[in-house]
């Protein structure tokens, strides 16, 4: 099975979200990061496809947008499910104060920018 089998037979966003329109963790933005849980317990055999394919997907960092992009779902349907996967411990996140140049980098750039104008 592949990310896009699913798509063969649209459901309403309701269906996939049971019903749910707001995910359990409500701080879960656009830009949130997402991977797989490492060790975590296995999805159970009533997970839907859709939980299935964010979960592969977040084998490496995706953020929500990226992920909902890529399962052609809207954001807020990704949100409920990325909630849930992460109430049940298979998924995590990750911030992107990790990723933030530092200053000096900073001040590099705006330099090379001031001399090309």
Not at 102 to 110: G, N, Q
Request: proline share 7%; with cysteine.
């Amino acid at each position: 099975m592949t990310e896009g089998d699913y798509r063969d037979q649209p459901l309403r966003p309701y269906v996939l979200t049971s019903g749910r329109a707001q995910p359990s963790r409500n701080w879960i933005g656009v830009d949130t990061l997402l991977v797989a849980a490492p060790g975590a317990d296995p999805l159970p055999v009533t997970a839907s496809r859709q939980e299935i394919a964010l979960l592969r997907l977040c084998g490496g960092l995706l953020s929500v947008a990226e992920a909902a992009a890529h399962l052609a779902l809207p954001v807020s349907v990704v949100k409920v499910l990325a909630s849930d996967l992460m109430d049940s411990g298979r998924l995590q996140t990750r911030s992107r104060a990790a990723e933030r140049p530092d200053a000096a980098l900073l001040e590099e750039v705006l330099s090379g920018l001031r001399d090309l104008g």
